[in-house]
């Protein structure tokens, strides 16, 4: 209760915040130039914001591949120092770049990586079809399908793939 | 290249151009006004003219949204060239940034206080008036604002299924940074007009 009472008050404070903060903008500029520097600002900090976010996202699953492609490729001693490197990550930073970009492109981008393993075909097919099996799962939410996804590759499981010949 | 590394390049950029872009306010004129004119009348251009033709020094004015833009920019350049300098670039990684440095709206409150603070003490210094309603309404908005987004970041912005907690792109970036953004627009515009 006092903590819906205090998410209340946090959109309530803020909201009163922006709106007078408008208020004095359009005070001090009249309301053609408010509304003009207004859209000019949330433009800027939307496009600024979210080039941002897709630039740290893009270069994070890029290191994730790589970390999961190496993880793949090494002896069994350093599958675990790899893996152990990237678990701090992997809830901050890991599980939510993949979440931006939604499940369907996440499905993708994993197929994509199984592809570069070269996993023997049998072991390659079954990772194939987990993902398609926790994509198509309806029980779960589109984040716990994404977070599931990406989990299940940074995992010590991936010890058990063979390595390529 | 680190793309960082054009931020700042940037932000020159703008902060040069958008003035010169500006028309400049009267470098020439020394005329005396016309003598209809009473002093007081006269407004708050024609005496800058009237000071800026007598120094025979020309000055620029700036608009308040181009004054937030280099503000805004300058702020998230400076803090993302400072985080490059001096953090360990994550393992695999070139750089050590993270979803958390692009938390800008903190620096941006901070930088509309700050703003305002130093317009209020130099336009009193000057000699200026500032309109102390004005004033008081812009305090209310910090008190609410720095009140009301803490909390709504601790509350909405963080996904607590996850352990470490993990920031939320929508509740944990884009808004907070929109709320920051749109106070430090408020602070500059009003805060410009009471410079003068």
Known sequence: MQSEIAKFLSLVLTSFSLLISLAVTVAALGVSAAVLVGLGTVAFTVVVTVAGVWLVGTRTRSRYAEQVMAMARETESMVDTSTEALEPELSTEVVPAFQDIGVERTREAILEMIDKLDLPAEKAQKERDFVARVAADKSLARRDKVERIVRHFASKRVADWDPPA | ?196
């Open chain 2, 1 to 196: 290249m680190r793309f960082t590394a054009l931020l700042p390049a940037l932000a020159i950029l703008v902060a040069v151009v958008v003035p010169l872009a500006e028309p400049p306010v009267g470098v020439a004129s020394t005329a005396n006004p016309p003598a209809r004119m009473q002093a007081s009348d006269r407004s708050a251009d024609d005496r800058t003219r009237e000071v800026a033709g007598a120094e025979g020094v020309a000055r620029l004015r700036i608009s308040p949204v181009a004054l937030s833009v280099v503000v805004a920019i300058l702020t998230v350049a400076i803090q993302l060239l400072l985080k490059l300098g001096s953090r360990q670039p994550l393992p695999g990684k070139r750089h050590g940034l993270v979803r958390e440095d692009l938390v800008w709206w903190l620096d941006w409150v901070v930088a509309a206080v700050v703003a305002c603070l130093v317009l209020g003490l130099s336009t009193a210094r000057d000699g200026g008036s500032f309109d102390a309603v004005q004033f008081l309404i812009l305090g209310f908005v910090f008190i609410l604002g720095l009140g009301g987004i803490p909390n709504m970041v601790r509350l909405y912005g963080y996904d607590l299924t996850s352990e470490p907690p993990a920031l939320r792109t929508l509740m944990g970036i884009v808004v907070p940074n929109l709320a920051g953004a749109l106070i430090l627009m408020g602070t500059i515009s009003s805060g410009a007009q009471l410079g003068g």
